[in-house]
């Protein structure tokens, strides 16, 4: 009987902290900001990209052996005009080394592994340190052969990297074939948009 009555009187507690937090979200004010902000974009469309599609471009650039090529550049809405998001494939070849740091001035820069393992190298302060042409995939940038004080990195199937615009990043080598997506955030809008499968060769 006592144990009874002390799950009544929790059960009463229950619902008396319930009603209480109800009432406290009712009293809140709401936002008062306008339902559309000034200056933001609500017509923009989501773009789709199949497992398919990404597969079928991948097997192209192994084709032409160009391991790095956009899928596409679109507007990311929000308060600039400017701010655009990009897809590429990136894939490395077991064994495959890269001598040069890679910085991005602008663009964010975040690894999704679909197949494979490899290490890279994050960070540091490159000591070689020069300016590199602009790059469709990811605008101005510089790079060079050494960084002082960069980590190793290992990734792996299933793994997301992110890299910050500015942080100096270089492919150290590949276990076994190794193929990733990377989402490229651009707020500035320096790499030129493109529609789905127009990426130049």
Known sequence: MYRRICRYRAAGMLVVGVA???????????????????????????TLITAAQIEAHKK??????????????????G?????????SVVYRNKGQKNPNYAVHDDVAEVYYVLEGRGHMKLGGTIADWKRRPVSVGNGRGSGGTTAAGARDVTIAKGDVLIIP????????DADEFTSYVV???????????????????
């Open 60 to 77: 192209k650039m192994i084709a032409a052996k160009d391991d790095d090529v956009p899928m596409n550049m679109v507007k990311a809405g």
């Open 165 to 172: 615009a500015g942080t100096p990043h270089k492919w150290e």
């Open 20 to 46: 209480a937090a109800v009432a406290a979200q009712e009293q809140r004010p709401t936002d008062p900001s306008p339902v559309a902000l000034p200056g933001h974009r609500y017509d923009l469309p989501g």
């Open 183 to 201: 989402v490229r955030v651009d707020p500035d809008g320096v790499a030129p948009l493109m529609a789905l499968g127009t990426a130049p060769r």
């Open 79 to 87: 308060g600039s005009d400017a701010h655009q998001v990009g897809i």
